[in-house]
T-cell receptor
Framework: SQQGEEDPQALSIQEGENATMNCSYK?????LQWYRQNSGRGLVHLIL?????REKHSGRLRVTLDTSKKSSSLLITASRAADTASYFC???????????FGKGNQVVVIP | GAGVSQSPSNKVTEKGKDVELRCDPI?????LYWYRQSLGQGLEFLIY????????KSGLPSDRFSAERTGGSVSTLTIQRTQQEDSAVYLC?????????????FGPGTRLTVT
């Protein structure tokens, strides 16, 4: 399977709950990034975590990275209806000129 | 300043026709990327431009696909003799640095439908 592959699931949660999604990859990476996509159009960068970092926070987002397991998780706390979107992880592997994107997680937050 | 813009936003074309998709990156961004996203799928890398270096074309799916970047700014993705399997959203992104260690800024995409 390709680099940066999320657990292919659709999450449906109530507003105020937390949403967690996971991403696994296969080769050594320089960093891992998470993006959000609304309505199948442009992606918006959320957060970047480097290979020497284990956890990073940005607002209501918390990202973890476990390089020994080659996996990452994205946690959205206190979800809002506006968080409804697809979330993609993307890996920057050493020596590549590209990001490898996973297939994305669809998150629906019910008001 | 303005973000990445793409045109047209939607394109419907008949099988066998050629199409051109345009991308205007953020001013000053040296790196430009094209991706393709089929329905419900992740992003498929197509091509990467960095400054005046030769582009990385390794993701182009066939020789019907080509891309140019003029003057280190605007880029055009051309698909010749379109096929139905070319139907997808084509996304362009730019970055301020050459390496992908930095975030990419995406345009809204062009939705291509080949009938």
């Amino acid at each position: 399977s390709q680099q940066g592959e999320e657990d292919p699931q659709a999450l449906s949660i109530q507003e105020g709950e937390n949403a967690t999604m996971n991403c696994s990859y296969k080769t050594s990476i320089n960093n891992l990034q998470w993006y959000r996509q609304n309505s199948g159009r442009g992606l918006v960068h959320l957060i970047l975590i480097r290979s020497n970092e284990r956890e990073k926070h940005s607002g209501r987002l918390r990202v973890t990275l476990d390089t020994s397991k080659k996996s990452s998780s994205l946690l959205i706390t206190a979800s809002r209806a506006a968080d409804t979107a697809s979330y993609f992880c993307a890996t920057d592997a050493y020596g590549n000129n590209r990001l490898a994107f996973g297939k994305g997680n669809q998150v629906v937050v019910i008001p | 300043g303005a973000g990445v813009s793409q045109s047209p936003s939607n394109k419907v074309t008949e099988k066998g026709k050629d199409v051109e998709l345009r991308c205007d990156p953020i001013s000053g961004h040296t790196a430009l990327y094209w991706y393709r996203q089929s329905l419900g799928q992740g992003l498929e890398f197509l091509i990467y431009f960095q400054g005046n270096s030769a582009p990385d074309k390794s993701g182009l799916p066939s020789d019907r696909f080509s891309a140019e970047r003029t003057g280190g700014s605007v880029s055009t993705l051309t698909i010749q003799r379109t096929q139905q399997e070319d139907s997808a959203v084509y996304l362009c992104a730019s970055s301020s640095r050459g390496r992908q260690s930095y975030e990419q800024y995406f345009g809204p995409g062009t939705r291509l439908t080949v009938t």
